[in-house]
Nanobody
Framework: QVQLVDTGGGLVQAGGSLRLSCAAS????????MGWFRQTPGTEREFVAA????????YYADSVKGRFTISRDNAKNTLYLQMNSLKPEDTAVYYC??????????????????WGQGTQVTVSS
């Protein structure tokens, strides 16, 4: 069983930055990929970025490539999403997610096993 707690959302002006954190609890993460998804009202949850724990490989949605960086702190079992050059269209509830035995790239097309509770990010124009 994996528990995920998302924090770090807030209100920021366009062009600004935020860092999201996902504190994870599990016996071991070596078999997991973790990632971030986002959702706006009336739309499906959208893949943002993923990180494969065992080798550090990453994968990004085209819409955030070059602006967002996903990383981890192994000692703290924490996943981060550094979001720079934020745009109003980045406004959404952001969810941390985890799936076992999955590559970072496959996190973009497969349903995660576990979800965080979500954190709101609002970018004003």
């Amino acid at each position: 069983q994996v528990q995920l707690v998302d924090t770090g959302g807030g209100l920021v002006q366009a062009g600004g930055s935020l860092r999201l954190s996902c504190a994870a609890s599990a016996r071991t993460f070596s078999s997991y990929s973790m990632g971030w998804f986002r959702q706006t009202p009336g739309t499906e949850r959208e893949f943002v970025a993923a990180f494969r724990w065992i080798d550090g490989s990453t994968y990004y949605a085209d819409s955030v490539k070059g602006r967002f960086t996903i990383s981890r702190d192994n000692a703290k079992n924490t996943l981060y999403l550094q979001m720079n050059s934020l745009k109003p269209e980045d406004t959404a509830v952001y969810y941390c997610a985890a799936r076992s035995w999955t590559t970072a790239q496959d996190m973009g097309v497969m349903t995660p096993d576990y979800w965080g509770q979500g954190t709101q990010v609002t970018v004003s124009s």
